[in-house]
């Protein structure tokens, strides 16, 4: 199929929510924020540590370390299941200039907001900047000229598309959009995966 080359207007555009704890493609890269956190804040903390003469404290403080990271992931599981109800709903779209993910809702736009004020207020510096790395996310695109990459899941119906290192857009289809949707990606982005 020879997706159209009408510069600027999308050439498919589509709503989708999908599940968040039960998505192995979430829970992939919370797993990975989350142990690279974990692992690069060690890492530096032991090495600032030994650095200052006193390496016998490493163990314990990335214990500590390993204690806050969890209790973000049960954070995470918190927020999924009681803001999100396990779903999140997003906007999605592709034309000839790239691919494009949005938040769909506001009032998943307004959590990020909301987590950037209380932070401040409360003086939470990293709740703060949870929020202002959250909005930055909000709107995820790449252009095709960008993409080195794309992996289909047709059992999933997502396609993953990638820049040199990550994937920067993942696409959620319907089980009737994603053969179009697969179809319009492998056009405009010269991929065959």
Not at 26 to 53: E, H, Q, R
Not at 158 to 164: A, E, L, P, Q, Y
Not at 171 to 188: D, T
């Amino acid at each position: 199929m020879d997706a159209p080359k009408a510069a600027g207007s999308p050439q498919f555009a589509w709503n989708f929510s999908f599940p968040l704890l039960t998505n192995r493609f979430f829970l992939w890269d919370m797993g990975k924020v989350f142990f690279l956190s974990g692992l690069i804040g060690s890492l530096l903390l032991s090495v600032m540590l030994v650095f200052a003469g006193n390496a016998r404290a490493i163990i314990p403080l990335t214990l500590l370390i390993c204690g806050i990271v969890l209790s973000f992931a049960v954070l995470t599981i918190l927020i999924s299941l009681i803001w999100f109800g396990n779903r999140f709903h997003a906007l999605f779209a592709i034309n000839c200039e790239g691919a494009m993910a949005e938040v769909a809702r506001s009032r998943d736009k307004a959590a990020s907001r909301l987590a950037v004020v209380l932070g401040i207020l409360s003086g939470n510096m990293a709740a703060a900047g949870t929020g202002l790395l959250a909005m930055s996310e909000e709107a995820k695109r790449i252009s095709w000229a960008e993409v080195r990459k794309v992996n289909y899941y047709p059992d999933a119906r997502v396609i993953s598309i990638k820049n040199g290192w990550r994937v920067v857009v993942r696409l959620y289809c319907s089980q009737e959009n994603y053969e179009q949707i697969a179809a319009a990606v492998k056009a405009y982005s010269g991929t065959r995966s």
